[in-house]
Nanobody, 126 residues
Framework: QLPLVESGGGLVQPGGSLRLSCAPSGTLLGFYTIGWFRQAPGKEREGVSCSHAINRNTYYADSVKGRFTISRDDAANTVYLQMNSLNSEDTAVYYC???????????????????WGQGIQVTVSS
């Protein structure tokens, strides 16, 4: 079983919204630094957003800034990526990933995370 499971993806029309969820297995997500990444066909994987477990600093890729929001629900042991005003450029497989917080003082949009989910498809199309 994969330790991270993404959910909430699917097909959405341009301008619509989706909320992706990432849930771990066997650990408390609040202790880990989280990253969301995506990979479109024929393109390299890119960082979308991240959140540090201790200082709670967050970063967003310029392409999603103002439209996407990363958040945590410690009670539900889940991290979310709220995606609004979606457009065709957001079509990709989205991955959540976690990093041991002790490795870093801030989160990173580089693919340096320790554990990755299997990915979930987001398709924005009319």
């Amino acid at each position: 079983q994969l330790p991270l499971v993404e959910s909430g993806g699917g097909l959405v029309q341009p301008g619509g919204s989706l909320r992706l969820s990432c849930a771990p297995s066997g650990t408390l997500l609040g202790f880990y630094t989280i990253g969301w990444f995506r990979q479109a066909p024929g393109k390299e994987r890119e960082g979308v957003s991240c959140s540090h477990a201790i200082n709670r600093n967050t970063y967003y890729a310029d392409s999603v800034k103002g439209r996407f929001t990363i958040s945590r629900d410690d009670a539900a042991n889940t991290v979310y990526l709220q995606m609004n005003s979606l457009n065709s450029e957001d079509t990709a497989v989205y991955y959540c990933a976690v990093m041991d917080t002790r490795r870093t003082q801030q989160c990173s949009l580089e693919p340096v995370y320790d554990v990755w989910g299997q990915g979930i498809q987001v398709t924005v199309s009319s």
